[in-house]
């Protein structure tokens, strides 16, 4: 159950380093973004319980409320859309674009909340670039970004 506690929490914060992977499965500590739901972080942490005897069991990770009860149409706790004439970020737009997207296709995705690939490309690549910009120490840029990033 550890090993499937990892790979969850693995899969939900995004990927990282092996070197990370293996500091975050010594100390037991996965941080999760703020946009993982309640019921899945209650999961993840019940399944990297240090003590095995308080593990989740594979009876426990059934019946979790994160895999009976979550309905995955609804958008997470707390995700607003950018207000009415919020603009989106431009280079973030300019690189999707470069990739391939339509920048309209993009940008209505985001602004209606669609949870297509679109906007998930949109926002994977804004969060890229947000902690790009917090590891180099630039916090003026950051702050220019739209978008909520977990510290």
């Known amino acids: 159950m550890w090993s499937l506690g990892v790979a969850l929490a693995t899969m939900l914060a995004g ?3 092996a070197a990370e992977l293996k500091r975050r499965v010594v100390s037991g500590r996965f941080e999760l973004p703020s946009t993982v739901s309640p019921e ?7 399944l990297l319980c240090l003590s095995p005897e308080q593990r989740a069991d594979a009876r426990a990770v059934r019946a979790s409320r994160w895999l009976t009860g979550v309905d995955a149409r609804l958008p997470p706790p707390g995700s607003d859309p950018p207000a009415e004439g ?4 431009g ?4 690189r999707l674009e470069q990739l391939g997207l339509r920048r309209r296709e993009v940008e209505a995705s985001v602004k209606e909340q669609l949870f297509d690939h679109p906007s998930a490309c949109y926002e994977m690549l804004l969060l890229a670039r947000l902690r790009a910009r917090r590891e180099s120490g630039d916090a003026e840029a950051v702050s220019d970004l739209r978008c909520d990033v977990p510290g």
Do not use: F, H, K, Y
């Open 40 to 46: 899945a972080c209650s999961l993840v942490g019940s």
């Open 91 to 94: 280079e973030t737009i300019a």
């Open 15 to 17: 990927a990282c380093s």
């Open 86 to 89: 919020t603009p989106l970020d």
